[in-house]
């Protein structure tokens, strides 16, 4: 069984390889002439004010979680909305929709979290 990886355990050697090989020869040859101004934090173009420990809103972890709550379903979801009939026809419908069934509720759960605590509200 070895055999049949060998092939893609070696490109993946190779390709490590490559890239140590280049990350050496960009770092040796680079320029490096740090200053002042090169090493200060930079954040779109803004200057800096007060110190870089700043406090998030918890929104932004609320709109984040929001957004991977239903990227997650749709991710998941689509296949297996192609796959359903196929699996009716093999006699695993039942145990199939059980499981999507279970999954939507996870979902559902997170849904009712991000609700309470406010993440759907744009003020």
Not at 20 to 42: A, D, E, H, M, Q
Not at 46 to 71: C, S, Y
Not at 80 to 92: I, Q, R, Y
Request: proline share 4%.
């Amino acid at each position: 069984m070895f055999e049949q990886f060998l092939p893609v355990l070696l490109v993946l050697v190779v390709a490590m390889a490559f890239a140590g090989v280049f990350l050496g020869i960009s770092f040796w040859l680079g320029p490096s002439r740090p200053s002042s101004l090169k090493n200060s934090t930079y954040e779109c173009g803004v200057p800096v004010r007060g110190g870089i420990q700043i406090r998030f809103f918890v929104r932004f972890f609320l709109v984040a979680l929001f957004f991977l709550l239903f990227d997650l379903e749709t991710v998941f979801l689509y296949p297996w909305a192609l796959m359903f009939n196929e699996l009716v026809d093999a006699g695993h419908g039942l145990f199939a929709l059980g499981e999507m069934g279970a999954f939507i509720l996870v979902l559902l759960v997170g849904f009712i979290y991000i609700w309470k605590k406010g993440g759907l509200e744009w003020e």
